[in-house]
Each structure stands twice: as structure tokens, then as C-alpha cells.
């Protein structure tokens, strides 16, 4: 089929961002041992294929490594945004009505201190607080109370904290005031 590995330019970036993913996502494996199995299977690499397959591999193993470190740059926050109430501005991306609360998603965060987060930041609207008239685009100011995603005890359930991982979702929340319109962006 393929006579010469030429003829597939984007295989060994593409194992090579693969493998840079996996061994970063596993909670089990410490960096220090990270390290030390990315250099075992570069060195590999080097001994066994020629000059420009080791290249390829080695960019894509750290174009992977690279793109986790900076989704995990968006999610990370100081102790100083979580457990008591703040208030905050943001631009509403998504609106998600439903039967008994909204739910926000908010981009663009700056707290009233000026401090900013690079993430987003869900926030649930209740009872009269509810955001009937909020659309995707308006910038909005509200008090709310946040803390970090974190997943349900159950075995086999959900993995609630990979999933706002992977949507940069830094801090879930919900509202202490009224949503108000500070100006609309569209």
C-alpha cells in the first residue's frame, strides 16, 4: 500500500500530538515520569527512523503538550474567585432557558477589582433572577457566587470536570442579583 513512510507526511505529527494528549490527561503518571516516557520513546524514535520523521514526531509531541498547557491556562483561577459572592462583567455567549432556571455562559470575565480570568464561567439565573431578556453578545454585570466544576461520586458517571475542561469553562456559579445590561456588543 504505502512503499515508503514519505507518503504519509502527517502520520508521526499526528501519533506524536496523540500520544503528547494522552500521557498528559492521565491523573496516574506524574510529570516527573511524563518526562521520562517521552524521552524513552524519543529516543526510540531516534534510533529507529531517520532525521525528518524524528523532527515531525518530536512537533507534534509538543504541539500536543503545548495545547493542554494552554487549555489549562484558560481554566485556572485564584482562591480569590471561589466561595464568596463577587461581582463580575462579562459577554453572554450562550442563553439556555430552561423550566426552572437559565443557564449562562459568560466569556470575557473581569471581576470589579479589574482582575480577568482567560476561561468562561457558567452561571445559573433562578426565580426571579431568571434572564428572559439576555441574547448571546450583550455585556452583562451581576453578583454571583462560583466555585470549580467537580463531578458526582458515582462510579461510572459522567465526567462533569473533563467536560467543562475541554470547553474552558473555569468556574460554574449562580447569580446573587439581577443581571444588568451594560451594553450590547452585536
Request: one cysteine or more; glycine letters at 8%.
Amino acid at each position: 500500500m504505502f512503499r515508503r513512510m514519505g507518503e504519509l507526511p502527517l502520520l508521526f505529527p499526528a501519533i506524536g500530538f496523540a500520544a503528547g494528549l494522552l500521557l498528559a490527561r492521565m491523573d496516574s503518571i506524574s510529570f516527573l515520569m511524563l518526562a521520562v516516557l517521552a524521552g524513552i520513546f524519543l529516543c526510540c524514535i531516534v534510533f529507529r527512523l531517520n532525521r525528518v520523521l524524528f523532527i515531525a514526531a518530536l512537533t507534534g509531541l509538543c504541539w500536543g503538550v503545548a495545547s493542554l498547557f494552554l487549555d489549562a491556562y484558560r481554566v485556572s483561577v485564584d482562591d480569590s474567585w471561589i466561595g464568596q459572592p463577587v461581582t463580575i462583567t462579562g459577554t453572554v455567549e450562550t442563553v439556555r432557558h430552561q423550566p426552572v432556571k437559565d443557564q449562562l455562559r459568560l466569556s470575557d470575565i473581569v471581576r470589579d477589582d479589574g482582575e480577568e480570568i482567560a476561561g468562561m464561567v457558567d452561571v445559573y439565573l433562578y426565580g426571579d433572577r431568571r434572564g428572559e431578556q439576555l441574547f448571546p453578545g450583550q455585556q452583562i454585570r451581576l453578583s454571583v457566587k462560583l466555585h470549580p466544576p467537580s463531578n458526582r461520586l458515582n462510579p461510572d458517571d459522567f465526567d462533569y470536570v473533563a467536560y467543562c475542561f475541554d470547553r474552558h469553562i473555569a468556574l460554574i456559579g449562580s447569580a446573587r442579583s439581577t443581571p444588568e445590561l451594560v451594553h450590547e456588543t452585536i
